[in-house]
Nanobody, 115 residues
């Protein structure tokens, strides 16, 4: 069984930065891709970024140029570096890991961007 644990969320002022981490525990094999999503109150969960096993990254237009996804395979961890944060970035952030066998989600971490 694989578990994903997000960390790094919190309160930050507009213009600030945060780095989210998604650490995987359990039997990690046949990694296909890692993702970050976010969900604002009253809205659907939305895609933000993806990184493949080869390291190729893609982003939603809303975060392109401000957010960077990366992966440390030795630590079984996917990161999301978030810069130039705006109040509209306030949301619960979720990671997702696709393996050959299954898809796993983390429990979410809250990011609040406010003065």
């Amino acid at each position: 069984q694989v578990q994903l644990v997000e960390s790094g969320g919190g309160l930050v002022q507009p213009g600030g930065s945060l780095r989210l981490s998604c650490a995987a525990s359990g039997s990690i094999s046949n990694f296909v891709a890692g993702y970050w999503y976010r969900q604002r109150p009253g809205e659907e969960r939305k895609f933000l970024a993806k990184i493949t096993s080869s390291g190729r990254a893609t982003y939603a237009d809303s975060v392109k140029g401000r957010f960077t996804i990366s992966r440390d395979s030795a630590r079984n961890t996917v990161y999301l570096q978030m810069n130039s944060l705006k109040p509209e970035d306030t949301a619960v952030y979720y990671c997702r890991a696709d393996l050959f066998s299954a898809v796993y989600w983390g429990q979410g971490t809250l990011v609040t961007v406010s003065e």
